[in-house]
């Protein structure tokens, strides 16, 4: 599963004015002086909330050179940071509130799959992961 369904995404958020006002904030930080404090987690995140497929918002090195001395691509460094409770301030931080740790947990359900994963790719040099997998089930159970 690529992306996340609108009842799904609507989980993370109280309400849809929620939704909109997380969408307006990042719109307006992207644009801001603030934009230098984002890091590659908080892009991430702001994907995983709003259910969109993050493999597609990050570039993966096809230099084998580079992954057989070690390479870590970002977007590994950021499901680490993400999945990890120690650092949950300052993944929040940019958020101003608007993201709550409830929220923060939440997704990291969601994505606990690639947590701590390491570069796999298959034989057309496509990455070998999901975005989101196993959440239709939870889904399933919350409509019943």
């Not at 849809?16 to 984002?38: C, G, I, P, T």
């Amino acid at each position: 599963m690529n992306t996340l369904s609108k009842y799904y995404t609507a989980n993370f958020f109280a309400s849809q004015d929620e939704f909109v006002a997380l969408r307006k904030h990042w719109s307006a930080l992207v644009n801001s002086d603030r934009k230098h404090e984002l890091k590659a987690v908080h892009h991430l995140l702001y994907l995983v909330l709003t259910g969109k497929d993050w493999r597609k918002a990050f570039s993966f090195p096809t230099n084998k050179n580079k992954l057989n001395n070690g390479y870590i691509p970002e977007v590994y460094n950021a499901l680490d940071l993400l999945s990890s409770t120690y650092s949950s301030a300052s993944v929040l931080r940019p958020f101003d509130g608007l993201v709550t740790p409830e929220m923060l947990d939440e997704v990291r359900k969601v994505i606990s799959h690639a947590a701590y994963t390491r570069p796999l790719w298959d034989a057309e040099g496509n990455f070998r992961c999901d975005a989101y997998a196993n959440t239709e089930p939870a889904i399933k159970e919350k409509l019943l």
